[in-house]
């Protein structure tokens, strides 16, 4: 398990998720505050290989400046290989028991999660936080889930006790506290950070607001 703090405001990126440089968006949300990042690079122009591991590299030391953990996004190969702080696989990704191997003692497994039984299996095979979503419709993943609502994410707790969760898709300002009430340790976003007029400005209002809600 893993520090439930550190998922307050679980900020994600890829190269696609931005028209700006995705450094400067990142150093944005860190100097805002996230607490957690992860680098997801997804779609048909995503970067490859050497650009998508130069990037992570500079991704990582970017993060370590703010003392936040750089978590990778499925590429489990990548995250050993930058000595990633952590790797999140969904459900059609390596399995859990795999991706221990693969990573060393200390490195963070967090796994995707729909419904009750498959966060339930990811708690059994040891997650150290699940990914519960899509809470609303969201347009920045092409291929999600219909989206479970805040009943799907009490639901969820309800069944995996005191297993860290953060809470993933459509999440903006307002729905904060409600995700919070539902049971989440943190919130998990990509577009309402990354797109935002001003990023660092948005990432300190979520920390603001999950704060909020943890006092
Ligand atoms: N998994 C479920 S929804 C989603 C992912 C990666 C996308 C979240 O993006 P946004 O822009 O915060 O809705
Ligand atoms: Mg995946």
Same mark, same amino acid.
């Given at each position: 398990?893993?520090?439930?703090?550190?998922?307050?405001?679980?900020?994600?990126?890829?190269?696609?998720?931005?028209?700006?440089?995705?450094?400067?968006?990142?150093?944005?949300?860190?100097?805002?505050?996230?607490?957690?990042?992860?680098?997801?690079?997804? +779609?048909?122009?995503?970067?490859?290989?050497?650009?998508?591991?130069?990037?992570?590299?500079?991704?990582?030391?970017?993060?370590?400046?703010?003392?936040?953990?750089?978590?990778?996004?499925?590429?489990?190969?990548?995250?050993?290989?930058?000595?990633?702080?952590?790797?999140?696989?969904?459900?059609?990704?390596?399995?859990?028991?795999?991706?221990?191997?693969?990573?060393?003692?200390?490195?963070?497994?967090?796994?995707?999660?729909?419904?009750?039984?498959?966060?339930?299996?990811?708690?059994?095979?040891?997650?150290?936080?699940?990914?519960?979503?899509?809470?609303?419709?969201?347009?920045?993943?092409?291929?999600?889930?219909?989206?479970?609502?805040?009943?799907?994410?009490?639901?969820?707790?309800?069944?995996?006790?005191?297993?860290?969760?953060?809470?993933? +898709?459509?999440?903006?300002?307002?729905?904060?506290?409600?995700?919070?009430?539902?049971?989440?340790?943190?919130?998990?976003?990509?577009?309402?950070?990354?797109?935002?007029?001003?990023?660092?400005?948005?990432?300190?209002?979520?920390?603001?607001?999950?704060?909020?809600?943890?006092?």
């Amino acid at each position: 398990m893993m520090e439930r703090q550190l998922l307050s405001v679980y900020f994600i990126l890829g190269s696609n998720d931005t028209e700006e440089d995705p450094l400067y968006i990142l150093e944005q949300a860190l100097q805002g505050g996230i607490t957690l990042f992860q680098f997801r690079e997804k +779609g048909s122009d995503a970067l490859n290989s050497e650009a998508k591991k130069q990037l992570a590299k500079q991704m990582k030391k970017l993060c370590h400046v703010y003392q936040v953990p750089f978590f990778v996004n499925d590429d489990v190969d990548l995250a050993v290989e930058i000595g990633a702080d952590g790797v999140h696989v969904g459900q059609d990704d390596m399995p859990i028991s795999e991706v221990r191997k693969q990573v060393p003692k200390g490195c963070f497994i967090g796994v995707s999660a729909t419904n009750v039984q498959e966060a339930v299996q990811a708690k059994a095979d040891g997650a150290d936080y699940i990914g519960v979503g899509p809470i609303y419709s969201t347009n920045t993943k092409s291929d999600a889930k219909e989206p479970i609502g805040t009943a799907g994410l009490q639901a969820i707790r309800e069944q995996v006790g005191e297993t860290p969760i953060v809470a993933i +898709g459509g999440i903006d300002l307002p729905s904060v506290h409600a995700v919070m009430r539902a049971g989440a340790d943190g919130v998990s976003i990509i577009s309402a950070i990354s797109r935002a007029t001003n990023s660092k400005h948005a990432a300190a209002s979520f920390l603001a607001d999950v704060n909020d809600f943890h006092q």
